[in-house]
């Protein structure tokens, strides 16, 4: 193998920022793209009634989080060829499924079109702020991931949790802990992919799309119980 000169270092360089900015890019793209699907899967959600929870709501949720990580194991098996594309924005659609039941809630609170865009509009700025922040720290936050990970363990245990109790508290509780760490997640992700820790765009959007859902998701929780309070 011959050794590298002088001259090739910047080159190098070049090569690797190129790749890095064509990830970041691709990722953007992909994630804008994403959002069509999740519209279509909530507006189609909203019109038909559709609900993993209305039954049996312990059981919604384990049958929710198997197709979750069923789609989620599929995508990384195929992320390296062009099905991997149709199976994340398969699974955006599906994930639209799901928030169609909050949707319909807070749609018929009498601002709940207000509710919806102050959180659109939250998440749009948690997501600006964390994308700013992701390329300005220097420090590498890559020693987040297992604390997050951890986290995001706990929180689904408290949502089943939430399923037997129904205590309203721990409701206002796991939503507000859920903003703060899929905020956290956002940043770390960004990070990640900007500084090249990921370099295959559709994982990088699969894991920037859970990150903005669940923000979403969390803060329309929120605003849906102020808002049925009023």
């Given amino acids: 193998m011959q050794p590298e000169t002088p001259m090739m270092a910047p080159a190098r360089s070049t090569s690797i920022a190129l790749a890095q900015n064509r990830v970041l890019r691709n990722t953007y793209l992909l994630l804008a793209i994403s959002m069509l699907p999740t519209i279509a899967g909530a507006w189609i959600g909203v019109a038909t009634g559709f609900s993993f929870f209305a039954g049996n709501p312990v059981m919604g949720i384990v049958l929710f989080l198997a197709i979750a990580f069923g789609f989620m194991f599929a995508i990384n098996k195929t992320k390296d060829s062009a099905a991997g594309v149709a199976v994340l924005l398969a699974f955006t659609f599906f994930m639209g499924l799901m928030l169609s039941g909050l949707l319909g809630a ?120 102020g808002g049925s309070s009023d």
């Avoid at 390329?135 to 936050?141: G, M, P, V």
């Avoid at 109790?165 to 721990?170: E, F, N, R, T």
């Avoid at 699969?206 to 669940?214: M, P, S, V």
Wanted: net charge neutral; charged share 10%; aromatic share 12%.
């Fill in 106 to 225: 807070v749609l018929r609170m009498a601002d709940g079109a207000r509710l919806i865009a102050i959180a659109f509009g939250g998440t749009a700025a948690v997501f600006a702020t964390m994308a700013t922040l992701a390329s300005t720290i220097k420090r590498d936050l890559g020693g987040m991931g297992k604390f997050l990970t951890i986290g995001a363990v706990m929180l689904i245990v408290g949502w089943v949790a939430f399923a037997f109790l129904q205590i309203p508290g721990l409701y206002v509780a796991l939503a507000l802990l859920g903003i703060v760490i899929f905020s956290a997640f956002m940043l770390y992700d960004l990070q990640r992919i900007i500084n090249g820790g990921e370099t295959n765009y559709i994982t990088a959007t699969l894991a920037l799309y859970l990150d903005i859902f669940n923000v979403f998701q969390n803060l329309l929780a929120l605003l849906g119980i």
